[in-house]
């Protein structure tokens, strides 16, 4: 059974860096596709960063070059390193295990199972 936890959220000025967690504490996770997302006020869900079972990594065109998604099995806990971060940044992050399909991108919301409740980011001056 896959429960995902979320930690590490915070409120940091443009250009800092946050780092989050994601652990599963049923430990069935690992195996799967996994995902981190946001969600501002008032807007849609959006996918972030993706990791394939088998190590491959993907990132949304904004954070390329400035978020790094990494798997620590020994910890079963997939983390989010945040660097340069902007105000537009600001989200609910959430994570997200067990892609449903092929047929949908890798970075749509509507393709995970499981998900986490979410840590909160803030960026401003």
């Known amino acids: 059974q896959v429960h995902l936890m979320e930690s590490g959220g915070g409120s940091v000025q443009p250009g800092g860096s946050l780092t989050l967690s994601c652990r599963d504490s049923?430990?069935?996770?690992?195996?799967?596709?996994m995902g981190w997302f946001r969600q501002g006020t008032g807007k849609e869900r959006e996918g972030v960063a993706h990791?394939?079972?088998?190590?491959?990594?993907f990132y949304e065109d904004s954070v390329k070059g400035r978020f790094i998604i990494s798997l620590d099995n020994a910890k079963n806990t997939l983390s989010l390193q945040m660097n340069g971060l902007k105000p537009e940044d600001t989200a609910m992050y959430y994570c997200?295990?067990?892609?449903?399909?092929?047929?949908?991108?890798?970075?749509?919301?509507?393709?995970?199972?499981?998900w986490g409740q979410g840590t909160q980011v803030s960026v401003s001056s």
């Open positions: 997200a295990a067990y892609r449903l399909t092929a047929t949908l991108p890798r970075l749509s919301p509507l393709n995970y199972k499981y």
């Open positions: 990791r394939t079972g088998n190590g491959e990594l």
């Open positions: 049923g430990n069935a996770s690992l195996k799967y596709d």
